[in-house]
């Protein structure tokens, strides 16, 4: 045990180590905060389209000599508002899979094209959460103190209009202000959390939390609890995990909230057990 604690204050001088543990849990609760809109309101897989359009704009930024987030964050903002204008006035999977395809295709594109930049676009199709600058830290930090602090602002609008938008719209919430402030809290996370998990994994901080919150909770507001607590858990779980057993730390992290979500499976299976129980006996007396 000892040589635990040792080993691990050796890491925690590390500079690439203390940024990681900074910015990550920042970027685990936001993503677990509008991973419980996107989940309860089924639009998750645009978590899924946002990574790719960043990945497209992460492309042309290398190739160009910009700063990625730089480039991305404005861009990612601009599709989400656009997916949701598509989903207006067509089916909302079709918008998220014409800009995922189309993003993709081009970031591809200009990557071929392209010269001596594979391991720079390697690093946000895979993550590499010890990579980052003090600039990508600090936009981290920034962005998701942001985040979190209009999000509960906004709490009880978002919930209502994610909850009931009929009734929402009825009691004078502007139900379409809200879905698009939703849309540009999700690009501004994906784009920071893509840089921690890559664009094969961003999504799962955004649904694992989630989906393990609603196995074993039974309010909204619990969900949300239970999922921002349980995220940030799991993530620094990770982390320690792929620093001390040397794995990549975007799956490290992933696979302890897959963890997480087979227990709460778990946990609601046995529940939903006693309580037929209870049932029985109940008929029974």
Do not use: W
């Not at 419980?36 to 497209?56: A, E, N, P, Q, W």
């Not at 964050?73 to 089916?91: C, F, M």
């Not at 071929?112 to 720079?120: I, Q, R, V």
């Not at 609890?225 to 992290?253: E, H, K, N, Q």
């Amino acid at each position: 045990m000892n040589t635990f604690f040792q080993n691990f204050q050796l890491l925690l001088s590390y500079p690439f180590v203390q940024k990681a543990l900074i910015a990550g849990p920042l970027i685990a609760v936001c993503s677990a905060l509008l991973g419980v809109t996107l989940v309860t309101s089924k639009r998750t897989m645009i978590g899924d389209g946002l990574s790719h359009v960043s990945f497209c704009a992460v492309s042309v930024a290398l190739a160009a000599g910009i700063a990625p987030m730089a480039l991305s964050i404005p861009t990612v903002i601009i599709s989400a508002v656009l997916i949701l204008r598509g989903k207006e006035h067509s089916d909302s999977e079709a918008s998220i899979a014409l800009f995922s395809g189309g993003a993709l295709a081009v970031g591809t594109f200009v990557l071929s094209a392209a010269k001596g930049m594979n391991m720079d676009v390697s690093d946000y199709m895979f993550g590499s959460m010890f990579t980052l600058t003090n600039a990508d830290t600090l936009i981290c930090i920034v962005c998701s103190i942001l985040v979190v602090i209009c999000y509960f602002i906004l709490y009880r609008r978002i919930f209502a209009v994610n909850f009931d938008g009929a009734f929402a719209s009825a009691i004078g919430i502007n139900t379409g202000k809200y879905s698009y402030i939703t849309a540009v809290f999700t690009a501004v996370t994906i784009v920071i959390g893509m840089k921690f998990m890559g664009v094969m994994l961003v999504t799962a901080l955004t649904a694992f939390p989630t989906l393990a919150a609603i196995q074993v909770c039974k309010s909204y507001r619990t969900t949300t609890v239970f999922a921002a607590v349980a995220s940030i858990i799991c993530f620094m779980t990770g982390l320690i995990i792929s620093l001390f057993a040397s794995t990549p730390a975007g799956a490290t992290v992933v696979l302890a909230y897959f963890s997480l979500l087979i227990i709460c499976c778990g946990l609601k299976r046995v529940q939903n057990g006693i309580y037929q129980i209870k049932s029985k006996q109940y008929k029974l007396n």
